[in-house]
């Protein structure tokens, strides 16, 4: 078991969490204060919400480990996951805001219904699809809880679940989204403070980044170079890479419905640089912790497990062999919970929205009285929780390909729906309902293929130039344009309400 | 520099830099307001 220090340093982090769900719990009035609370979130309360809701527990664990195992090739994801709180705010915000505030959207579905004229096929499939997305991707999440959990606390798995589907669902539960922008500004400050103050270190412990460089291209010159020669992390997959990152993360849903919270659409002047700039010195401090961890390692300072996702103990390694104080240990504990719960919360929320505004009161009971609704989005997040806290006990092996085709199923299904949406006149109904449709499954047997290695017709998933889910993006663009040029187009009214054109802002 | 090749330092470097300038540049003429 922890000492003392540990259990007091979490302890207090997890009562902080509290005590913002129960403060938040005050505000909550109706369904609208609980899903975009109340649209009265400031520019700071904003920025770190998008931060926190980004930056998951791969932020930490994953992204250097990546670093360590293939290096400088990798670094490009320091660029585009920031970027995509930036790519987001301008081409997906500004008219979703300013559409929103008139229109009264609760959710994405709400654009998406409203748009395409749509009222049910559209916004049942975007809801469902967008319900099963999150619920992968909340699976992953709280695996990585447990892992932090089971490290610092060396509990059972199943404990380490309980504990923090407990605080996570609690907060979320009786606070909404005023309870997780809050707790997403805490956890934001923790995360970027701590990795400020503690990845130095580790770089330094390794001999500064010169060194650390030098090292790595006498070990393998392929680590400094900034894209491989051939196959994974080549010029062409980095580029899809990029688009993946920068466009997918834009379009998850539990990202782009905080546009729909902000009090007033100027916040979106500064926010993306001022995101990408706080966001992106944390990226890049990780990724290079990633790489201080090969001399350490070849120096014989630190010693990873022998086991498969060896390189994701880098950074608790490093921190452990840089700052031999185990309270630091416990703090570090906290930023990867900080990292973790601050999507958590917000997938779960996601969850609730789209399920009791979506399905329950826009498609099944429309006379539905505010408090039902609300009352229904609070159960939600709690089921959501349980099933994907009992999944993440005992995880199907096939849950495990569904978590990493995560955000690549996001892009296929959503980007191409909303961008057509909000930039071309001429997309029609079936052409959004082809498109989402077609972008899901084909990203899904995509997916398969592609991590399974199999050859189908010729062509050899396991030697594909792009990312898999590229050619899902583009089956979906196709989709789009073929269709919406084959079938009755929106009314031109709806048009001009949904403010639809190649205009990102009217001056 | 950092001991890295050059074609790394200009294609990170290149794309850091394009990336806030035109972050900048949106922050600078976005007018928008409620």
């Known amino acids: 078991m922890a000492d003392m220090i540990t259990i007091v340093i979490i302890g207090i982090y997890f009562i902080a969490m509290l005590a913002i769900g129960a403060w938040a719990s005050k505000k909550i009035k109706n369904t609208e204060d609980y899903l975009v609370a109340g649209r009265s979130l400031d520019f700071w309360v904003f920025v770190l919400l998008m931060i926190g809701t980004v930056a998951s527990g791969m932020s930490l664990l994953g992204v250097s480990g990546l670093g360590f195992k293939l290096g400088w090739p990798t670094i490009w994801e320091q660029i585009f996951v920031p970027l995509s709180i930036g790519f987001c705010i301008i081409f997906f915000g500004v008219k979703l805001h300013n559409v929103a505030k008139t229109a009264g959207y609760m959710t994405v579905q709400d654009y998406l219904a409203h748009r395409y004229e749509s009222p049910t096929a559209l916004r049942s499939l975007s809801a469902v699809a967008g319900i099963i997305v999150s619920l992968i991707y909340l699976v992953g999440q709280y695996t990585a809880i447990a892992i932090v959990l089971i490290a610092i606390f060396e509990i059972p798995l199943w404990l380490a679940l309980v504990i923090a589907t407990l605080v996570v669902t609690a907060y979320t539960t009786i606070g909404g989204l005023y309870a997780v922008a809050w707790a997403g500004v805490v956890q934001s400050i923790i995360l970027i403070g701590g990795v400020c103050l503690m990845a130095p270190l580790i770089i330094w412990k390794a001999g500064g980044f010169t060194h650390v460089n030098e090292v790595m291209a006498s070990v393998n010159p392929s680590l400094v170079m900034p894209w491989n020669p051939a196959g994974a992390f080549a010029l062409p997959y980095v580029v899809s890479f990029a688009v993946l990152l920068m466009v997918g993360l834009a379009c998850a849903p539990h990202v782009i419905n905080n546009i729909l919270s902000i009090r ?53 390694k490093g921190i452990e062999s840089a700052i031999p104080i185990e309270a630091i240990w416990a703090v570090f504990a906290v930023i990867v919970l900080a990292a973790v719960m601050s999507t958590t919360d ?10 009791s505004w979506d399905i329950y009161k826009k498609i099944l009971k429309p006379d539905a009285p505010d408090d039902r609704v609300l009352l229904i989005s609070k159960i939600v997040v709690v089921l959501s929780a349980l099933v994907t806290m009992i999944l993440a006990i005992n995880p199907p092996e096939m849950l495990a390909i569904l978590i990493w085709m995560g955000i690549g199923v996001m892009l296929a299904t959503f980007a191409v729906p909303l961008l057509a949406g909000l930039y071309w006149r ?15 499954v084909s990203a899904l047997l995509f997916g398969f293929l592609n991590y399974f290695k199999v050859a189908v017709l010729g062509v050899d998933f396991a030697k594909i130039p792009l ?21 009755k187009k929106t009314a031109e009214k709806v048009l001009d309400e949904t403010q639809t054109g190649w205009y990102i802002s009217k001056q | 520099m950092f001991g890295l090749p050059d074609i790394t330092i200009a294609a990170v470097g290149g794309v850091v830099v394009i990336v806030i300038i035109a972050l900048l540049y949106w922050g600078l003429t976005f007018q928008g307001h409620d």
């Open chain 1, 264 to 316: 007033d659409v100027k916040y979106f002047k500064w926010a993306p640089l001022i995101a990408f700039a706080a966001y992106g010195i944390v990226m890049f401090l990780l990724k290079f912790t990633g790489f201080a961890g090969q001399v350490l390692v070849k120096e014989g300072t630190i010693v990873l497990p022998k086991v498969a996702n060896a390189g994701d103990y880098v950074i608790l």
């Open chain 1, 346 to 355: 917000r997938l779960m929320l996601t969850i609730g929205a789209m399920f």
């Open chain 1, 426 to 440: 001429g997309a029609t109904r079936e052409g959004a309902l082809a498109s989402m449709a077609l972008g899901l």
């Open chain 1, 467 to 487: 990312h898999f889910s590229a050619y899902a993006f583009i089956i979906s663009i196709v989709a789009m344009v073929v269709v919406s040029l084959l079938t």
